[in-house]
């Protein structure tokens, strides 16, 4: 038997700094399946992407690369990076990415419990929380990559771990990511349990992918939000995902009569 070039490593690493007290009432996100730094010119794509953005949700992000010390002396994000298997041979470390220009005042992270085949290894999602301008109120940020090449039964598993980490957060919420729903089962699956949880979909318009059998992996859902904008970035090719911008805003709570 072939010894796996990955080893399991579940933890979050924090890094940069955050210089804002509160997320909103306008947030500017870029998302990105980065495809693990790969590709030329990621760097100063990223860069230009992201120097407005409070939240920045990575997915394939890496951690021990010369790209780091972009993230440890941030003064604009707070990075925390959710790793889920690190490369025996490189020493780098794979997982997701979440910037925000606000601390977050909770985090969580979760590891997939089945393993993707041959590599074995699994998916990471991180929970981020943050206050926003009503007092009281928070903004929940789920930022997902799920497992790819499985079965359905695991690949629903997965999924629903994801959804589990909104059942009690009764405030706004943005649940975004890579979330490999390339047939239809998976995606009506997918649209189910975001119904249940008053979830909507940031509808964008798009540019299949060959590579990604011309199904749409990236989405983007939300509730409690006002959505101004929806990008998707066609003319950027530094990964094998577009990345996506969008603009928001927080909602005034309805005053008591």
């Not at 590599?119 to 929940?140: E, W």
Request: a positive charge; proline letters at 5%.
């Amino acid at each position: 038997m072939l010894k796996s070039r990955y080893s399991p490593l579940e933890s979050v690493k924090i890094m940069g700094h955050a210089p804002n007290q509160v997320m909103g009432p306008n947030i500017e996100l870029l998302l990105w399946n980065v495809f693990k730094c790969k590709k030329k010119g990621w760097l100063e794509d990223f860069k230009f992407l992201s120097s407005d953005k409070d939240l920045i949700l990575l997915q394939e992000a890496i951690l021990n690369s010369p790209y780091d010390v972009d993230f440890k002396k941030s003064l604009q994000h707070q990075w925390m990076m959710a790793r889920s298997f690190k490369n025996v041979k490189t020493n780098i470390e794979t997982g997701v990415k979440t910037g925000s220009t606000v601390a977050a005042q909770q985090h969580y992270f979760s590891v997939s419990k089945p393993s993707e085949p041959v590599s074995q290894t699994k998916k990471m999602l991180l929970a981020t929380v943050y206050p926003l301008p009503t007092l009281g109120q928070s903004l929940l940020v789920v930022n997902s990559h799920l497992i790819n090449f499985v079965s359905f039964d695991k690949f629903s598993m997965h999924l629903n771990q994801v959804f589990h980490m909104l059942e009690k957060h009764d405030g706004p919420i943005l649940l975004a990511g890579d979330f490999n729903t390339w047939n239809g089962k998976r995606l009506r699956y997918f649209n189910q349990l975001a119904k249940s949880f008053s979830l909507d979909e940031v509808r964008m318009e798009r540019k299949p992918r060959f590579n990604h059998l011309f199904q749409h992996l990236d989405h983007i859902y939300f509730r409690g939000l006002k959505v101004v904008n929806a990008h998707v970035h066609t003319n950027i090719h530094s990964s094998d995902h577009y990345p996506i911008s969008l603009s928001l805003q927080t909602l005034n709570p309805v005053s008591e009569k």
